[in-house]
């Protein structure tokens, strides 16, 4: 690994960037952050070729342990043998739900006065989920129907049409903020967060240009995180319930 860094170093120095770079995100950063980051990438690197995988956490984290990708972005689970793991950032959790939903845009929702809540989960492999779970099993919820989809755009497409909901981060919901097709709901009563980490290999190093974008995704990120905790002081008040 030390070796590999000199070797990227020296690199540096001649002020090359022709190189090739392979990296993972998922659906959380694909939506909102990526193309801002590239944007800005391609005009720091313009002649590196680049590479974007866009896929859950699970194989995200395998294809780091196989070497394939020089990073990726996942919420934090256990450690893995063989992977480097860096905290980043941590984002909160809210409800989205279609514009024909009774609520006002961004008024914080109680999951527990929720009556046939039908809620759309990530699947099992997704890291997120099993916080989802452990959410809705400590506050008492019993969702009338679950769905599992592991497709992002099929999961807001199926929320701004219908009566089902799903929780996302803040960082995904970002394009909803100004509630056009879909309302964005704070969780009142209990915070639900996610931890972003980025992973690479433990023996291969992350290329100058590789570290570049990381840092380039990582301020964007925070960026709209930092957006996100404002939008519940814009919320009307929570009426009384009986």
Request: glycine share 6%.
């Amino acid at each position: 690994r030390e070796l590999s860094d000199i070797e990227y170093k020296f690199g540096d120095l001649e002020d090359d960037d022709a190189g090739e770079l392979n990296i993972g995100l998922m659906p959380t950063f694909t939506r909102a952050i990526l193309a801002p980051s590239l944007v800005r990438f391609s005009t720091l690197r313009p002649h590196t070729r680049l590479k974007v995988i866009e896929a859950y956490s699970g194989f995200l984290t395998e294809e780091i342990g196989h070497q394939r990708l020089d990073f990726a972005i996942v919420p934090a689970n256990a450690n893995v043998h063989g992977i480097t793991t860096q905290y980043l950032a941590t984002d909160t959790e809210f409800l989205l739900t279609s514009v024909d939903t009774d609520r006002p845009h961004l008024q914080p929702v109680d999951l527990r006065q929720e009556q046939g809540l039908r809620i759309v989960v990530p699947g099992t492999t997704n890291a997120r989920r099993n916080k989802i779970d452990t959410y809705l099993a400590t506050l008492g919820v019993t969702p009338q129907r679950i769905m599992e989809l592991d497709a992002m755009m099929g999961t807001l497409d199926l929320v701004a049409s219908s009566d089902w909901v799903t929780i996302l981060p803040g960082v995904l919901c970002a394009p909803d903020r100004a509630g056009r097709e879909r309302k964005i709901h704070p969780l009142s009563g209990l915070a639900l967060t996610v931890d972003y980490v980025l992973i690479e290999s433990s023996t291969k190093p992350m290329p100058p240009a590789a570290r570049m974008l990381a840092q380039i995704i990582e301020a964007e990120m925070k960026a709209l995180i930092l957006e996100a905790s404002d939008w519940s002081k814009c919320a009307d008040p929570v009426p009384e319930r009986a």
